[in-house]
């Protein structure tokens, strides 16, 4: 613990704190008899480095890019591959594993060591790498990378420590997994093959052991040659060919025939006891057309043949639709049951299925219960055991892409009553016609922890969508859908200014406010329009209401402060009426918005339901900026040319007035007027989440032009926010506005954050421009030439502060941040009384500058003088369309955290925290006095700021464009962390990247996938406790018994030995050069050991014992049984010996 006193006497120019712009006037008037000074402040800071500790949490979604599948039918666990080497281990809901190859090569396939607690991988590298699976974060025990060839399969048979593994050129090589080494005994592709053979056979496509003998590998290989060779005799068996290529063998579980699937989409089946030619050769989907050909079908890309133990076999395929019917078609997935054909259309690419079976063992009747459908995008389980094949309803947040994510939302510490409400509310959205079958993926266990709060995340859509998660004790699960687009007509194709850029998304989100307290929603769409929501638990029959703001200003408007400066546009007190036509703040006949608000009486269902749509016109900026306050009754949002007030209580606009105007007489810049340029304006970087988009022209890397990034848009010179009329030819340009602020260069670095603007041009050099997109110095070669004449504002916070220097009691605030790190404070004047509060105006102020900081102004928050988080004043949430009771009026009530006298400093005053692109100040509130100034970044720019609680504490939480998070101390920016996370930073993940309190923050890692990572090194110490656990010790089920006759005419060969076959003593060490072994961390010998721990000896001790007292139970029943069956036995030998006692030999 350190304790800090700054001690300002009389502020200079030299004051290491900073001071704020001579406009600020810093050091001018005597605060009040009671406001506090910088002698006042006595912050006792509790956090320090030791505090904070970046690591990784959890991983949601779908996995990007997949491309391979496994499942432990023991364990019920589910491996996921993809194509960026990332694994992704799923069982029951809680247990989801993310694990990444460091290589990041593609995964070609996984392997589970059935019931073992491991798993191997062949990546794209060639490279095989063992996993433990017996800790709650896996690990790589060992890896075996070829150095000659190239892997193309793999199988490990059930029980065996020996996999199989083919190669490119038709070769297949034994793998020891317990070593992780070669064996010496190779299967050469051309000992496999007749010698009359001319033509290499191509890659091993398939290769799997006999049900039947242990000791024969059918090799397939992709010519459509496949080889079943004896391992013992080491010689072939038998060899069929095929004029089709083969992409898939299935074998039946008798081992007495198997399945091939063709490039021609056929299917043939082969008997072992005769090879020549296939006995069945199908086109399932093809039929035989009029001239007695077979139309052409598409390949079957993976077959299975499953048997079932009551009802005739299932086969399982995907692909082999005809050409004439692909064309149409989406992908499918066929199954064949009998005489039955159901064809699953599908609505991606299938990359893979896998048929669920109840038991481990190949020679069994296999009884299919599901089918795993890995589909490019989605992931689906269809259940074998109805006859209608219903799928599963996932437990798995694998739908978070179901429209591409465009921004996101965290909150922790949420009301503990608002998840199960919207759970409420959302449970009535969900879709029916799923399975009643429990999910079949039930491996690992999970419990919630001890540290769990209630947490919630929002992410908003391309289509409008907004959806509500339940993101409490590491998980994710679906609470509330809502869908901004009910609120507007359909467009017509080709109707309004949507023609050019909007057609696609018009109603995208962009950015979202939400106060779970008041349950007040607030959504900015990309047509420039904002929605405000209010929760009812009823259902409402009401027309929405809707205004209509015009935040355009001509060049003609920005004229020079001596003009205009005694008339701010300002609203009139004495009128809360919307502004006039022909205002700056009213649409002219000509100026229509884009979307269409609905103007007859909706039905709106329990919920969130819209109360609000404001829509800018002439023709609309995207908002930059948005702030709502339920206990003011207000709603505030900016873009590139100004702000506007909204009084959402009596739906009337209090103030929409430019940037420029802001200022009124205390502008700190010289304006001239200028011509600006032509508008452009698109939305493709917003909507479109693939990495093919995230390049940056070189030209705008260098020159910052507008940032969207979490909906700041905040440059000077930022073209999609330039405004103007369009340039009409023979008129002479405008003078060139120029902006100088006092004591400043003429040429100022424009070094705006959110100057990265979401239009990403596409380039020819995309790895290239994505390394400098956000690296590289924006500011290098910008002059003032280049910059544009709109200054945006960039942040909005309503707050109980103090409207002007020295007052002496605070009031209802809005601060103002902009483009230029020019922060403005409004005082607000709101009518106190519930009646008044609806007849009488609202009224605003003329601002004041109170402050300048580098770059653009990210964020505001307040401290008290005790160094505690002053929360925004808001409304308790009452339901709108509740019963009233006639005996009690509704009244609003307000929750109000006004900066009072401090009990700990005896002073009124607060602190307010203000965080641009570039630094921090912390000023003390109302001598308006710079206490604190810390630069964050020089060679880089905060993408994302935030004041959050953190072990009792607060800090600022910073993301910086080159990857850095930062964390700060308050009051005094004391840096307690900084690390580089993030080296190579897009736009997907710099639009998203959001903190919250506690310690946590996330981003979308992926179009896919969202990743939350933790900064606290209290819950990255208790991380281990929320995590699942992968592997319970489960008794590997027994091997069913079969009869005497058929295990002696129909059973196995000879017991199998592997060890004696492909052993070092028998098969010798395999060539050096061929593959290099790279151990791991820990070998498996000591994998078992290490990984259960006490709670998994425990658990396997409770079952060893639980299995010896069956044995003894079933040890005494037979002996118990013996004992009678004696007796009865003397018995009758006694019967038998007294009645033929007496009697003579003859008489017998």
């Known amino acids: 613990m350190k304790k800090f006193r700054k001690v300002l006497d ?4 030299s004051s290491p704190g900073g001071v704020a712009s001579p406009s600020c006037g810093s050091a001018a008037g005597t605060p009040t008899a009671h406001a506090p000074t910088p002698l006042d402040i006595h912050v006792q800071e509790t956090l320090v480095s030791e505090n904070f500790h970046l690591c990784k949490t959890v991983r949601h979604g779908f996995p990007y890019q997949p491309t391979c599948l496994a499942f432990d039918p023991v364990q019920k666990i589910l491996a996921i591959g993809s194509r960026t080497g990332g694994i992704r281990i799923l069982g029951r809901p809680g247990v989801d594993c993310y694990s990444q190859h460091e290589s990041g090569a593609a995964v070609l396939q996984l392997q589970f ?130 004029d089709e290529a083969i992409h898939s063998v299935s074998w039946h579980h008798e081992g007495k025939q198997f399945m091939c699937s063709h490039s021609d989409g056929s299917l043939t089946v082969w008997n072992l006891r005769n090879t020549s030619r296939p006995i069945q050769v199908t086109y399932p989907h093809g039929k035989i057309l009029k001239d007695g050909r077979k139309e052409s079908c598409k390949p079957i890309l993976k077959v299975e043949y499953k048997t079932s133990r009551n009802s005739e076999p299932f086969i399982i395929f995907s692909g082999g639709l005809s050409y004439d019917k692909a064309g149409g078609r989406r992908p499918t997935l066929t199954i064949m049951h009998g005489k039955a054909i159901t064809v699953l259309e599908m609505d991606h690419p299938i990359v893979e299925f896998l048929v669920l079976c109840d038991t481990p063992y190949s020679n069994e009747v296999q009884d299919p219960y599901a089918v795993v459908v890995l589909l490019e995008k989605d992931f689906i389980v269809v259940d074998l055991t109805q006859s209608n094949f219903p799928i599963f309803e996932n437990p798995y947040p694998m739908d978070i892409h179901e429209s591409p994510v465009t921004c996101t939302a965290y909150f922790a510490q949420c009301p503990p009553d608002i998840i199960p409400i919207l759970y409420s509310i959302g449970a009535k959205q969900k879709k029916t016609g799923y399975s009643h079958k429990e999910w079949p993926v039930s491996g690992g266990t999970w419990t919630l922890g001890s540290q769990t709060y ?87 029959n009401t027309q929405i209401a809707s205004l209509e703001v015009r935040l355009q200003f001509d060049s003609d408007d920005a004229v020079s402060p001596s003009e205009n400066e005694n008339n701010p546009c300002f609203s009139d007190p004495s009128s809360h009426s919307p502004l006039q036509p022909g205002s700056p703040g009213s649409a002219t006949p000509d100026s229509v918005p884009g979307l269409r608000v609905k103007s007859r009486a909706l039905r709106m269902p329990p919920g969130y339901q819209a109360e609000l749509v404001v829509q800018l016109v002439c023709p609309p900026q995207q908002i930059t900026s948005l702030d709502i306050n339920s206990a003011y009754g207000l709603l505030a949002f900016g873009n590139c040319n100004g702000v506007a007030v909204v009084d959402y209580l009596q739906k009337t606009i209090l103030m929409c007035v430019s940037t420029l105007d802001l200022y009124g007489a205390a502008d700190p810049y010289q304006r001239l007027t200028r011509s600006p340029r032509r508008n452009r304006q698109s939305t493709s970087g917003l909507t479109e989440l693939s990495d093919n988009q995230v390049s940056i022209d070189m030209e705008r890397t260098k020159s910052p032009t507008s940032d969207h990034v979490n909906g700041h848009c905040t440059s000077p010179t930022s073209q999609p926010c330039s405004m103007g009329k369009p340039r009409i030819p023979g008129v002479p340009e405008g003078p060139r506005l120029t ?211 953190v072990c009792s504490s607060v800090c600022l939480a910073c993301f ?189």
């Open 739 to 949: 902006r100088r602020g006092p004591g400043r260069p003429p040429f100022r670095k424009a070094q705006s954050a959110a100057c990265m603007e979401i239009s990403l041009p596409v380039s020819s050099h995309t790895e290239e421009s994505r390394e400098n997109s956000f690296s590289r110095s924006r500011s290098s070669s910008v002059s003032s030439i280049d910059r544009d004449t709109k200054e945006a504002v960039t942040t909005l916070q309503f707050g109980e502060s103090y409207g002007r220097k020295g007052e002496p009691l605070p009031s209802a605030c809005l601060w103002v941040g902009t483009s230029l790190g020019v922060v403005l404070l409004l005082p607000i004047s709101i009518p106190a009384e519930d009646e008044d509060r609806m007849e009488e105006p609202v009224t605003i102020g003329p601002s004041s500058t109170v402050l300048m900081l580098k770059g653009s102004v990210l964020r505001f928050a307040f401290l008290d003088c005790g160094g505690a988080l002053i929360q925004s004043p808001y409304e308790v949430w009452r339901d709108p369309n509740g019963p009233e009771d006639p005996d009690r009026t509704r009244r609003r009530k307000l929750v109000n955290f006004s900066p009072w006298p401090s009990h700990e400093a005896g002073v009124d005053g607060h602190m307010a925290v203000v965080c641009s692109e570039k630094q921090a100040k912390v000023m003390l509130m109302p001598s308006q006095t710079v206490l604190f100034a810390h630069n964050v970044t020089e060679s880089s720019f905060i993408l994302r700021a935030d004041v959050v609680s």
């Open 960 to 1148: 910086c464009a080159n990857g850095h998070v930062m964390t700060l101390s308050l009051p005094s920016l004391r840096p307690l962390m900084d690390i580089n996370y993030l080296p190579l930073t897009d736009m997907r993940i710099a639009r998203t990247f959001v903190f919250t309190n506690g310690g946590q923050a996330l981003y979308l890692s992926s179009p896919t996938e969202i990743q939350r990572i933790t900064y606290s090194q209290e819950m990255a110490d208790n991380l281990q406790d929320m995590l699942g656990e992968l592997f319970t010790p489960i008794e590997t089920p027994e091997a069913q018994n079969k009869g005497f006759l058929k295990g002696f005419f129909g059973g196995n060969a000879q017991p199998f030995d592997r060890e004696e076959l492909f052993g070092e003593a028998a098969a010798g060490k395999a060539s050096r050069s061929l593959a290099q072994h790279i151990p791991g961390p820990m070998g498996l010998e000591n994998m078992k050991a290490a990984a259960g721990g006490v709670v998994g000896d425990l658990a396997r001790a409770r079952i060893a014992l639980d299995q010896r007292g069956e044995r003894l139970g079933e040890l005494e029943e037979r002996t118990a049984l013996m004992m009678n069956s004696a007796e009865i036995f003397s018995t009758h030998a006694h019967q038998v010996m007294l009645k033929h006692k007496d009697k003579k030999w003859y008489q017998l």
């Open 113 to 242: 060591l059935i019931n073992e607690g491991a798993l191997v991988t062949a990546c794209a590298d060639d490279t095989l790498h063992l996993w433990n699976l017996r800790q709650r974060r896996p690990a790589i025990l060992h890896s075996l990378k070829f150095n000659r060839e190239r892997i193309t399969f793999c199988h490990l048979p059930f029980q065996s420590k020996w996999l199989y593994v083919g190669t490119e050129r038709g070769n297949t090589h034994i793998v020891n997994i317990e070593s992780f080494v070669l064996s010496g005994y190779v299967i050469m592709w051309n000992k496999a093959i007749e010698l009359a053979t001319k033509t290499h056979p191509g890659p091993v496509v398939h290769l799997s052991d006999s049900p039947k003998d242990e000791g024969k590998l059918l090799i397939g290989f992709e010519s459509g040659t496949v080889v079943q060779w004896d391992l013992r005799a080491k010689k072939v068996d038998f060899r069929i060919y095929y």
């Open 454 to 540: 209630p947490e919630i995340i929002v992410t908003g859509h391309a289509d409008g969508t907004v959806k509500f998660w339940d993101a409490s004790a590491i998980t994710l699960q679906m609470l509330y859908k809502l869908k901004t687009s009910k609120v507007f007509e359909k467009p017509k194709a080709g109707e309004g200014r949507t023609t050019e850029v909007l057609d696609e998304d018009p109603y995208a989100v962009q950015m979202v406010s939400w106060c779970p307290h008041s349950r007040l929603f607030c959504v900015v769409g990309i047509s420039a329009h904002v929605i405000l929501y209010r929760f009812s638990k009823h259902d409402a």
């Open 10 to 13: 009389g502020l200079s120019s």
